[in-house]
Each structure stands twice: as structure tokens, then as C-alpha cells.
């Protein structure tokens, strides 16, 4: 039988690091002179750094050269990481860690597919990187989600078929990059949002153990 693999993605799945990114998007559209809401970051869910301050400079109808626009990106870059450099085991999402110790007991290799570049930092400030047997993130993808991209370099890593990897993920185009790897999807966050998810969780209190064995059946 041919063995399985498991790829988390990292924002709002393991952790919720959203909220920094948040402030720190905030912090410099008010810099620049406007508000940015709550609201309008939802749009920069599972998005590149690049296309979402892309994005905040066509919401505050702002041009910038290029140079301008590098300063910026890396701006946003210092900020996030200061609030990230706080970070401890109390940011871990509630029963994220049953669940990798359920896979981790029974040898069930797992990976990281994020966009993030900062996944191990993350990792390690709250203490799960030793689950991990890969970390695939921003550093080593040149195609953004939903390419499958990620989870293919990821179940490559692992040395597991791409058919065999279950993903877990809350964001639309985390769903549909997994769905186009042919990988069984599972949505973390809401089931009308995830829609296209095989299984809709709100968080991994719903997970039982029962159906995670049936995963690795």
C-alpha cells in the first residue's frame, strides 16, 4: 500500500499570524494617509506580499515608482516581524497539536505548504517545527496558490504520491491549488467560504481522531 502524506498550510490553520499582517498593512496605509479595514483585508487572504500592498495602494488610489514600492514591501516586512518576534506556544490554534501527534504517533510523514516566508521562525516561536518532516514556503515557490505548486513540491519532499496527500487549509485559493494537485482538501474556517473543500471543518475541535484514521485508512 502506498504510504500517505499530510501538508498544512500555516495562516489560520496552525497558527493565526493574519492579524499581524493586518497591522501591519494598517499601520502603513495610515502612514500613507488612509484607513484600512478589516473588511478590505480579507482580500489579501493566501495573496503574495507583492500583489496585496498592490492592492492597498489601488485602495488608497495611490501611485508609487518602483523604488517607493520596495521600500514599502519591505516597510510591512519589519513591522510583521516585530509582532511575530512575540510570538510563543499561546498563538498555536485550538488542538493543532493533538492533531500533529496523532499523525506524528503513527508515522504519518507531514509537510508545510505555505506562502509565508517566514513558516520556520513561526514554527519554531511556538514550538511545532519538529513535526515537521518538510517545510515548503515563499522562499522555495516561484508560482503563487491556487498553482499547486507548493503541495507538489511538498509531497515530492515527503516521497508520497501527490493523490495520497491530504491538505489542510483556510483559504479559497488554498482549496482550489490543493484540488488541482489532485489531493484530498480539507477546509479549516467557513464551510460557504471553503465550498470547494472534499471536507469542511470550523477549527480542529470538530476533527475527531475516528476521522483521521479514516484518512490514513
Known amino acids: 500500500m502506498e504510504k500517505e502524506g499530510i501538508i498544512f498550510d500555516l495562516d489560520g490553520v496552525i497558527v493565526d499570524t493574519a492579524k499581524y499582517h ?24 493566501g495573496v503574495s506580499r507583492k500583489c496585496c500592498l498592490e492592492i492597498l495602494l489601488d485602495i488608497g488610489n495611490i501611485d508609487a515608482s518602483q523604488s517607493q514600492f520596495d521600500q514599502w514591501m519591505i516597510e510591512k516586512n519589519e513591522d510583521y516581524l516585530s509582532y511575530i518576534e512575540k510570538m510563543d506556544a499561546s498563538e498555536i490554534l485550538p488542538d493543532v497539536p493533538r492533531v ?37 514556503d515563499g522562499n522555495n515557490v516561484t508560482k503563487a496558490k491556487p498553482d499547486p505548486e507548493v503541495f507538489l ?21 488554498g482549496i482550489q491549488a490543493a484540488n488541482l494537485a489532485d489531493m484530498t482538501s480539507i477546509g479549516i474556517g467557513d464551510p460557504k467560504t471553503l465550498r470547494e473543500a472534499n471536507y469542511n471543518f470550523t477549527d480542529f475541535t470538530e476533527i475527531s481522531n475516528e476521522f483521521l484514521d479514516s484518512l490514513i485508512q
Open 153 to 173: 513540491i511538498a509531497s515530492k519532499n515527503l516521497g508520497v504520491v501527490a493523490n495520497k496527500c491530504v491538505v489542510f487549509e483556510d483559504a479559497v485559493a
Open 100 to 136: 500533529l501527534r496523532y499523525f506524528n504517533e503513527r508515522n504519518v510523514p507531514m509537510a508545510l505548504g505555505s506562502a509565508s516566508k517566514n513558516a520556520k521562525p513561526i514554527l519554531e516561536k511556538v514550538g511545532l517545527l519538529s513535526y515537521f518532516d518538510s517545510i515548503v
Open 22 to 45: 493586518y497591522l501591519a498593512w494598517k499601520k502603513l496605509a495610515n502612514e500613507l494617509g488612509f484607513e484600512f479595514t478589516q473588511e478590505q483585508n480579507e482580500l489579501f487572504k
